[in-house]
C-alpha cells in the first residue's frame, strides 16, 4: 500500500531537540535473560532513556545490549514545519519516556493547535534526567490546566480509550432478539409448527464455501438462510459478500478463525477488538450484523457482545456436530460419501426433532453435498416452518 505525503524515519528518535542520540535496543532473547519490572516478558522495545542496570547487565531487566547513535529529531519543529493547522492530525507519543520533553516543549511552542486527537501513555518509571517525580506529575498538570487530554492507546493491553466512541452501533430499535443473550432455538410459531433456522458457519475457504452456498442457492425452496463470516473474509471477498447479502442474511464470526479452542481463552480486548474489527469489516461493505455466533461462549462473550449489540447464536446442532454423536474414523469417515451422507443426516436429525438452529460449516468437504439431500428432507418432509434468523428470534 502507498501513501501520498508519507514520510517515514526510521531509525530515528524523537525528542525536544536535533541531534544525535545513543539508543538502546532489547537483546535476543535466552533461557536466563532476567525479569522485566518483575515480570518474565520479552519487552521488544527501544529507548533513549534506560537504567544503569539496563545497560550493562545482561541478565536483568529488559537487557539493552544492542546500543546504536541514531539520529534524533525535534518532534515539537518537526510537527508545526510538516504539517498545517487545518490538517486533522492524529498524534500518536508512545516513546518511553522522552515524552516528557516532547510535551513540555509542544506546549512551550503552541504545537498543539496542530493537534486534532492525541493518543499516548506515560512512563512514570522511566529514569528521564532531570525529570523527577514531582516534575513529571507538574507536567500533567499543565497540561489539564491548558486543556490538553491524552486519549490512552495502549496497544500491549489492547486498551484504546475511545474505541466505543469510534465503532458505535447502528443496529434498528425493532431488531429481533436481546443483545447479549444466547440463542440455541426458534420460538414456535403461532400456529404452533417447530420453526427451523439454517445457518452456514463460513470458513476462510472461499471455493469451499461459495461451493456450499451455490448448492444452497440451486435449491427450488429458496429456503431463508444466515451466513456467518469472519471479518477477515468480508475485507478478502467483499464482492461475495455483497453478492450474498441480497438474499440472505450476513452475520459474524469474529475477526479470524483461531486454532481450535483457543479463541475461548483470550482475555476480553482481543475478543473485543475481534467482534469490532468483524463489524466494522461489514460496515464496509454497507451491512450492519446483528448475529454473532461465536467459537465458544462465557459469561465473557456475553458481556461483550452485549455491550456491542450483538445478539449470539449457538446452533441447535451442526455439522460436523460438537456435541452428542461425534464423528470418527469408525462411525463414519471409512465409509463412502453415498454412505457418509446419510450418517451425517440422521446425527443432525438427532437433535433437530423440535426444530431449531441447524449450522452447516463450509470447510467440511462433506457439507454441500449433504446440504442438498438436507434441503429436500426440511422442505419436503420435516414439517418445520422454515424461517430466517429474524423470525427464528421474534
Not at 50 to 66: I, L, T
Not at 148 to 158: F, R, S, V
Not at 245 to 251: K, L, Q
Request: proline residues 5%; glycine residues 8%; charged residues 25%.
Amino acid at each position: 500500500m502507498s501513501y501520498s505525503n508519507h514520510i517515514l524515519h526510521c531509525p530515528v528518535a524523537v525528542a525536544g531537540q536535533d541531534g544525535n542520540i545513543t539508543a538502546y535496543a532489547e537483546s535476543a532473547w535466552k533461557p536466563d535473560k532476567g525479569r522485566v519490572a518483575g515480570a518474565d516478558m520479552q519487552w521488544g522495545g527501544g529507548a533513549i532513556y534506560a537504567s544503569d542496570s539496563e545497560k550493562n547487565n545482561e541478565k536483568s531487566g529488559r537487557r539493552f545490549g544492542v546500543q546504536n547513535v541514531i539520529p534524533m529529531v525535534d518532534l515539537s519543529t518537526w510537527i508545526q514545519e510538516n504539517t498545517a493547522v487545518e490538517d486533522y492530525v492524529i498524534f500518536k507519543l508512545d516513546v518511553e519516556g522522552a515524552e516528557y520533553e516532547i510535551l513540555e516543549k509542544m506546549i512551550k511552542e503552541g504545537t498543539f493547535k496542530w493537534i486534532d486527537k492525541f493518543y499516548g501513555e506515560f512512563h512514570n518509571w522511566t529514569p528521564v534526567p532531570g525529570w523527577t517525580t514531582e516534575r513529571k506529575q507538574e507536567l500533567r498538570q499543565t497540561m489539564t490546566t491548558h486543556g490538553i487530554k491524552m486519549l490512552n492507546w495502549a496497544g500491549e493491553h489492547k486498551r484504546y480509550s475511545d474505541l466505543e466512541d469510534l465503532c458505535k452501533i447502528d443496529l434498528p430499535e425493532d431488531t429481533p432478539g436481546a443483545a447479549g443473550v444466547v440463542y440455541s432455538n426458534c420460538s414456535r410459531s403461532p400456529g404452533g409448527h417447530a420453526r427451523l433456522a439454517l445457518t452456514v458457519q463460513v470458513g476462510m475457504n472461499r471455493k469451499a464455501a461459495h461451493k456450499l452456498v451455490e448448492t444452497i442457492r440451486a435449491h427450488p425452496s429458496n429456503m431463508p438462510v444466515t451466513l456467518f463470516v469472519y471479518g477477515d473474509f468480508v475485507q478478502n471477498f467483499p464482492d461475495l459478500i455483497t453478492e450474498w447479502a441480497d438474499r440472505y442474511t450476513i452475520g459474524i464470526r469474529g475477526n479470524a478463525p483461531f486454532p481450535a479452542d483457543h479463541w475461548i481463552l483470550q482475555n476480553a480486548n482481543v475478543m473485543r477488538m475481534g467482534m469490532i474489527s468483524a463489524v466494522q469489516r461489514m460496515k464496509e461493505v454497507g451491512l450492519e450484523p446483528a448475529y454473532f455466533s461465536p467459537a465458544g461462549l462465557s459469561q465473557k462473550v456475553k458481556d461483550i457482545a452485549k455491550k456491542r449489540g450483538l445478539r449470539i447464536v449457538q446452533p441447535t446442532t451442526m455439522f460436523p456436530p460438537n456435541i452428542g454423536t461425534l464423528l470418527t474414523e469408525d462411525n463414519y469417515y471409512k465409509y463412502r460419501d453415498v454412505e457418509r451422507t446419510p450418517k451425517a443426516l440422521r446425527i443432525l436429525y438427532e437433535r433437530i426433532s423440535y426444530g431449531g438452529i441447524l449450522s452447516l460449516d463450509s470447510d467440511h468437504p462433506d457439507s454441500y453435498m449433504i446440504s442438498a439431500f438436507l434441503m429436500d428432507y426440511l422442505y419436503e418432509n420435516s414439517g418445520f416452518e422454515l424461517v430466517s434468523m429474524d423470525n427464528c428470534l421474534k
